[in-house]
């Protein structure tokens, strides 16, 4: 059974830093781009970041760009988010996903772990 597991989320001021980790189980991921997606009250699921396989570039949205960083280590089978400088709109639950076969980005059918809370106070 194929899972993925997110860790690190919890409450911090703004202008700390918080660490998300996702571990996956039941396959490897080392050939998957994998992502981080965040989803806001009332408001719909957004891209963060991915980072893709090999080499392992990444991308990540305009409003995190310069305070995030994603990695991943293929041996332990985790994708991390480091978030530095967090700001309250960066308030959410953020999910960490596996894209499909030839697929860049995580799509909603593809595997998604249940969410970290994330709760930045000003």
């Known amino acids: 059974q194929v899972q993925l597991v997110e860790s690190g989320g919890g409450l911090v001021q703004a202008g700390g830093s918080l660490r998300l980790s996702c571990a996956a189980s039941?396959?490897?991921?080392?050939?998957?781009?994998m992502g981080w997606f965040r989803q806001a009250p009332g408001k719909e699921r957004e891209f963060v970041a991915v980072?893709?396989?090999?080499?392992?570039?990444?991308s990540y949205a305009n409003s995190v760009k310069g305070r995030f960083t994603i990695s991943r280590d293929n041996a332990k089978n985790t994708v991390s988010l480091q978030m530095n400088s967090l700001k309250p709109e960066d308030t959410g639950i953020y999910y960490c996903?596996?894209?499909?076969?030839?697929?860049?980005?995580?799509?909603?059918?593809?595997?998604w772990g249940q969410g970290t809370q994330v709760t930045v106070s000003s």
């Open positions: 980072i893709h396989s090999s080499p392992s570039s990444t």
């Open positions: 039941g396959r490897s991921f080392s050939t998957s781009s």
């Open positions: 996903a596996a894209a499909g076969v030839g697929w860049t980005i995580p799509r909603t059918s593809d595997y």
